[in-house]
């Protein structure tokens, strides 16, 4: 039989066990050219050269192999020329394939650099070898799985980076870390902020971060660099990865990577998202639109603009509210609000943020009295931190025992704790866990983050009604929005629930400017001590 191999034809099989060019240490070219010399020196005649990139550890996926089979049964060829037997098979049902028909003497010879096969010979060899590539398989399945496991767990989310972020490429395999894309982290961040106001719709925001900032999806080793999907910004709106957590194998974990937005964000995103009446596209910005409803009846108050040209070439516009006119099922009739001009409406708002002004001697001296409170207040904060440090040890003892309890031998037949409920226990005690980390390392900043805030609240009520007179449309919004919620327009008139702060200015601004100027000058000790006994009674400075 080895001396009639002159007489066979061969087919030469070559293959890359990975579809990136860049993964493989042979490549086809290299297992052509040994095929070639090979041939020559042993006299083998080869009918056709074949070669696929796919991976063999899976059976009927590889069309080239498939038919080089089919081509060997009707007796084209009776031989086979290859690199290694594992380039014919990595998986029990075609290494099956191949020694059936080495057996019946449909291949009557495998040739690869490592020795020759012939029906005759002891059919253990070629079990083994091909055996030998099965078990690579599964041995780095599992090696890349567990390296996978141990990736995610150490704060890493395996897989390419979502956009915004980048994969670090000098690491050692497996320690790779995701960091900043400079390029386009701030821009997804714009189109977060964007989403957030409830101005716009996500195709909107699409149009602007493709058309206008050019955000683009970065170039992979397959795909160069392309224009971002709409499906894509759809994704990213939805990804908890931006917020910092991450989910793998059923566990939320918290991620390493710095996150770009906050987790209440996060939820309030999904809200906009799942919203009735999503934002529809505007032909003109009105600062207001969406903030204000109907006092009667509660529908939308609507922002509308008139153009009215005249004969003789002038051009007016006249901007103005009205209701959405509701049906109102109770009544039977559709709400008979009447329309307001945008010039009235205004004109409302600045006599609300008039209220609540303040002099520039009040502001002044309100803030210094501010850092003086500082000090007491950091003192009462000592014994928050203790008893959130014993819940923090708390947790982390209770995690411990947990992982104990679920490893024990007598939860072998997981008749203690199932891995569903480990899994949700633990998913529980590492959020409780992170929380109190975030906590505790925010609480030294609690008391200058408040004196922070209350020195811009300070500064907004001061210069409010500047802003809002100076300022462009999405100024005058996020005045507007800041002052209040429950915004209403009822018989052509304002109605706002000031938040809290404001409310206070409005209720106690009166007295204790009266006192300010009752104690002039301030710069006599005695009437600087009583001004300060009457700001400590104003509500907004003990929080």
């Keep these: 039989m080895k001396e009639q191999k002159i007489t066979i034809e061969y087919f030469n099989y070559s293959r890359k066990s990975s579809e990136d ?25 080869t009918v056709e050269f074949l070669s696929e990139e796919k991976s063999a550890k899976s059976p009927y996926i590889r069309p080239v192999f ?28 075609e290494a099956g394939i191949i020694i059936g028909m080495l057996k019946r003497g449909e291949i009557k010879h495998i040739v690869t650099h490592e020795r020759e096969y012939y029906p005759g010979d002891n059919a253990i060899i070629s079990y083994v070898d091909f055996a030998v590539g099965d078990q690579y398989v599964r041995d780095l ?10 990736k995610a767990k150490s704060g890493w989310r395996p897989g390419l980076a979502t956009l915004g972020y980048k994969n670090s490429r000098t690491n050692l395999k497996g320690e790779q870390v995701i960091y900043k894309d400079e390029q386009r982290f701030d821009l997804v961040k714009r189109a977060w902020q964007m989403l957030l106001t409830g101005n716009y719709s996500v195709p909107q925001i699409y149009d602007i971060a493709t058309d206008e900032w050019k955000l683009t999806s970065p170039a992979t080793r397959k795909r160069p660099e392309r224009k971002l999907h709409l499906s894509g910004l759809y994704k990213i709106f939805t990804d908890q990865f931006y ?31 799942g919203r ?12 207001y639109a969406g903030l204000v409803k109907c006092g009667f009846c509660g529908a939308t108050i609507v922002f509308d603009e008139k153009i009215k040209h005249q ?12 209701c959405s006119k509701k049906f109102n099922k109770k009544m039977g009739m559709r709400c008979p609000e009447k329309y307001l001009t945008l010039q009235e409406l205004e004109k409302q708002i600045d006599e609300t943020i008039m209220k ?40 982390i003892k209770q995690i411990d025992n947990l992982l104990l309890k679920y490893t024990s031998p007598d939860n072998g037949d ?103 100027d009752r104690l002039e000058p301030l710069k006599i000790p005695v009437n600087s001590r009583e001004f300060e006994k009457s700001v400590s009674k104003f509500p907004l400075l003990s929080g």
């Design 276 to 287: 009735k009446g999503k934002p529809r596209p505007k032909t003109h910005l009105f600062a």
């Design 21 to 45: 060019k860049g993964k493989q240490i042979l490549s086809i070219q290299s297992q052509f050219d040994w095929a070639k010399e090979l041939a020559v020196d042993m006299r083998l005649k």
């Design 141 to 150: 399945s599992k090696n890349v799985k567990r390296g996978l496991d141990k």
């Design 414 to 516: 997981n008749q203690m704790m199932t891995n569903d409920e480990y899994l949700k226990l633990r998913n529980a005690l590492l959020k409780e866990k992170n929380q109190l980390e975030a906590e505790l390392n925010a609480t030294g900043r609690k008391i200058e983050e408040w004196v922070e805030l209350s020195e811009k609240t300070f500064n907004f009520v001061r210069y409010s009604h500047i802003w809002f007179e100076k300022g462009d449309p999405n100024t005058k919004r996020a005045i507007f929005a800041c002052l209040g919620s429950n915004l209403l327009l009822k018989d052509k008139k304002v109605l706002i629930s000031l938040k809290k702060p404001f409310q206070i200015f409005a209720e106690g601004l009166f007295k204790a400017q009266g006192e300010l």
């Design 356 to 395: 609540v002004r303040i002099s520039e001697k009040f502001k002044t001296w309100a803030i210094k009295y501010l850092h003086e409170i500082r000090t007491e207040q950091a003192k009462s904060h000592e014994s928050i931190i203790e008893a959130k440090q014993k819940r923090y040890d708390c947790v």
């Design 66 to 93: 498939d038919e080089m089979v089919k081509k060997i049964k009707s007796g084209v060829a009776a031989g086979i020329i290859c690199w290694k037997l594992d380039r014919l098979a990595r998986n029990p049902e």
């Design 243 to 273: 917020y910092g957590w991450y989910q793998w194998n059923g566990e939320m974990l918290k991620g390493n990577h710095e996150p770009m937005i906050t987790e209440q964000e996060f939820d309030r995103a999904q809200v906009i998202l």
């Design 311 to 322: 004969i003789n070439g002038n051009v007016h516009r006249f901007s103005y509210c009205r």
